[in-house]
């Protein structure tokens, strides 16, 4: 999802702003910067595949900078069954931000929020978030945002994994590999350009880094990982969870 590399203890980001809009609502011009964002990043993909792909989601989260759109996030919110009981599924679907801007937080403060948000309108039904991973960056954010998630590097997490197979199976068919856990399309839908993909030999330090490379080596033509957590304060790293329930309470000042 988000190719950040860490939550940041300081959220006053004047220069950046963030805007939450329904897919349905964005002008053409929107459309136009977030496929040359998309496509300056990502190869295997077109004009086409990146329409149809944002036409199946629900809303965008914008990232710009001094007015200049440099990354978005968009995603997908249904209902489904998981052992009888109703939940809801957050599905992250596109995600790019522009090199120049990989240190920011803006982006991921604001996802965070708007998560509460979605939350907290249906707050007795549990809530997973669904997100295929391309790059090692996003991977890593799963270990800087939740405390459990599927695949660990250490902990096996054996509900997690059932509910993402459901999940992964219904929505991607033949294409999604139950047992390495990794939708492989017979063309590729999208994957990082070269110069992006590969990871810095400080970056190969961290578990979750090697684990991503070990888990999807296709990931450089196409393949992508079936990951997913629990949406709730109580899974959540410290940062995040205060993020979190300012949005679910209201309550600016909530920690």
Known sequence: MMPVSALAQNDSLPQYTTRIRPVMQLAEAEVTAMMALYLAHYAGSSPEIFRTDLGEKDEVLLLSFAGELVGFTTLKVYDAVWRGRNIRVLYSGDTVVARAHWGQQALAFAWIGHIGEIRWQAPETPLYWFLLVKGHRTFKYLSVFANDFFPHWQVPQPELQALARQLAA?????????????????????????????????????????????????????????????????NMKPLAARIFRRALTGDEHAR
């Open 170 to 234: 219904a929505r991607y068919g033949s294409c999604f590999d139950t047992v390495r856990g990794i939708v492989h399309f017979p063309v590729s839908q999208g994957h990082l350009r070269a110069e992006l993909a590969e990871a810095t030999p400080e970056e190969l330090n961290k578990p979750a880094v090697r684990f991503f490379f070990e888990r999807n080596p296709g990931f450089r033509h196409g393949d992508e990982l079936v990951c997913l957590c629990e949406v709730e304060v109580g």
